[in-house]
């Protein structure tokens, strides 16, 4: 299972920290990723990282965002800086992303956070 936290309300230009706890799972393993989705709109994908952690950005959050994991905590983060009014979203971590699919399709992951809001406000 996955344990997503950390959302909640922010001036533009603050920052937050997102957390994503696993359980039962073979963290270590896996390659994970944090997606969102704003109201009305598709699920997005955000950063992905790999089991060996090189990781990849889409390019809105580049220089914004890290992500970070932790394969003794089996936890992931994704710190968020300078955050803009277009981050707002429910942000969603991901795991277990199927060898050779897409890693920014939300189809690709078996396993799912449940979200967490974040609001970005002027």
């Known amino acids: 299972q996955l344990q997503a936290s950390g959302g909640g309300l922010v001036q533009a230009g603050g920052s937050l920290r997102l957390s994503c706890g696993a359980s039962g799972l073979p963290f270590s393993r896996m390659d994970m990723g944090w997606f969102r989705q704003a109201p009305g709109k598709e699920r997005e994908f955000v950063v992905f990282?790999?089991?060996?952690?090189?990781?990849v950005y889409t390019d809105s959050v580049k220089g914004r965002f890290t992500i970070s994991r932790d394969n003794v905590k089996n936890t992931l983060d994704l710190q968020m800086n300078s955050l803009k009014l277009e981050d707002t979203a429910v942000y969603y971590c991901?795991?277990?992303?199927?060898?050779?699919?897409?890693?920014?399709?939300?189809?690709?992951?078996?396993?799912w956070g449940q979200g967490t809001q974040v609001t970005v406000s002027s």
């Open positions: 991901a795991a277990d992303r199927r060898y050779g699919s897409s890693y920014y399709s939300s189809r690709s992951y078996a396993y």
């Open positions: 990282v790999r089991s060996g952690s090189n990781s």
